[in-house]
Every structure is written in structure tokens, then in C-alpha cells.
């Protein structure tokens, strides 16, 4: 089992920066898959991005890449979300979560453990 928490959240403008941490708390940490995903007020939950547990293999929906990058560091059982260019439609609650299974032809996914989110308010 592992919790997780998310940080590094907050108000930026558009076109600026933001990175979001998450610290996993557990014995297992680099066994994991992990994911970002984000759901906006009235909208329902989207998948962002997923890095495997080595850190080798990454996904991003289309609305992100080539903005946003994943990347985790096991030794400090920390997986990253940096996100630039941000863009108004980008502005949501973001999650991290160990992932079970995930589906690159459609962006599905089932997740174990999910941490309490963090908002980002990108503005005009």
C-alpha cells in the first residue's frame, strides 16, 4: 500500500510554469506505475500523463505534450508533473495515483491509490 501526496500547486499565469511533486509514503514505491490526472469544475476526471515504474516508457494526452513532463525519482519516492506553457484550460485540481492498468490506444486506466489533489489556476 502507498499514500500520496500532492503539492506545488497554485494561481500562474498563462504561459508560465508550474511544478507539482508527489511524495509517496510506502515500501514499494518503485514497483509502481504511476499517473497524473486532473478534472476541472463541472468536467469529468482526465488522464494527463503515465510513467512506469522504471521511469522509461511515458504517455501524455494530446492536450499536454510537448508542455508537460513526467518524471519520478524512486530514491525519493517522488514522481514530478513540470508544466509549462500553461494555458487556461489547464486549470483543474491535478491528482497523482498508482496505476494498475493503463490503455495508450485510449487513455484508460484503472488506479489503486490516489492522493488528495492540488489546484492549479492558470489565468488570462
Known amino acids: 500500500q502507498v499514500q500520496l501526496v500532492e503539492s506545488g500547486g497554485g494561481l500562474v499565469q498563462a504561459g508560465g510554469s508550474l511544478r507539482l511533486p508527489c511524495a509517496a509514503f510506502?515500501?514499494?514505491?518503485?514497483?509502481?506505475?504511476m499517473g497524473w490526472f486532473r478534472q476541472a469544475p463541472g468536467k469529468e476526471r482526465e488522464f494527463v500523463t503515465f510513467?512506469?515504474?522504471?521511469?522509461?516508457?511515458?504517455y501524455y494526452t494530446d492536450s499536454v505534450r510537448g508542455r508537460f513532463t513526467i518524471s519520478r525519482d524512486n530514491a525519493k519516492n517522488t514522481v514530478y508533473l513540470q508544466m509549462n506553457s500553461l494555458k487556461p484550460e489547464d486549470t483543474a485540481v491535478y491528482y497523482c495515483?498508482?496505476?494498475?492498468?493503463?490503455?495508450?490506444?485510449?487513455?484508460?486506466?484503472?488506479?489503486?491509490?490516489w492522493g488528495q489533489g492540488t489546484q492549479v489556476t492558470v489565468s488570462s
Open positions: 510513467i512506469n515504474w522504471g521511469g522509461s516508457t511515458t
Open positions: 495515483a498508482v496505476v494498475r492498468e493503463f490503455r495508450p490506444a485510449t487513455y484508460g486506466y484503472e488506479c489503486d491509490y
Open positions: 510506502g515500501r514499494t514505491f518503485s514497483s509502481y506505475a
